[in-house]
């Protein structure tokens, strides 16, 4: 977590609670029943049109809902060009994956999100962007 970014450290951490395959350690997100809570990692695509995978594990509890998604923006954490993303309802370990093609012509940066609902909780494992071209 040391090249991600988090919007409170005090609800965004590291625990001893791990996906299949996933080693001993997850992220787990904590609702306040006010806000949502980010995780964010930005990094630079390669020019051009490419498609990429994105995928993690997440299970979230009954009273929560999560979010893993690809923003497409101009600079790091900024506003979206556009996005992909999925919704963790799970409340196991659940694997999640999409595939997604797009223009980096326009884009400088891809944020990729972790987040949680207003409440309850949710856990992120394994989490990946690959590039499939």
């Not at 409170?8 to 080693?23: M, S, Y």
């Not at 409340?91 to 949680?116: A, E, G, V």
């Amino acid at each position: 977590m040391s090249d991600w970014l988090n919007s409170d450290t005090a609800r965004i951490q590291i625990v001893p609670d791990a996906a299949p395959g996933g080693g001993a350690w997850g992220l787990k997100m904590v609702g306040d029943g006010i806000y949502g809570y980010v995780a964010r990692y930005s990094f630079v695509p390669p020019s051009g049109t490419h498609s990429y995978r994105f995928s993690f594990w997440a299970k979230a509890t009954a009273d929560s809902v999560g979010f893993g998604r690809l923003y497409f923006a101009p600079f790091p954490g900024g506003d979206w060009l556009g996005e992909r993303g999925l919704m963790v309802k799970d409340t196991s370990w659940t694997f999640y994956s999409m595939d997604t093609t797009f223009d980096s012509t326009p884009i400088q940066y891809i944020n990729l999100n972790l987040r949680t609902h207003l409440q309850g909780v949710v856990h992120f494992d394994l989490v990946k962007v690959e590039q499939l071209n």
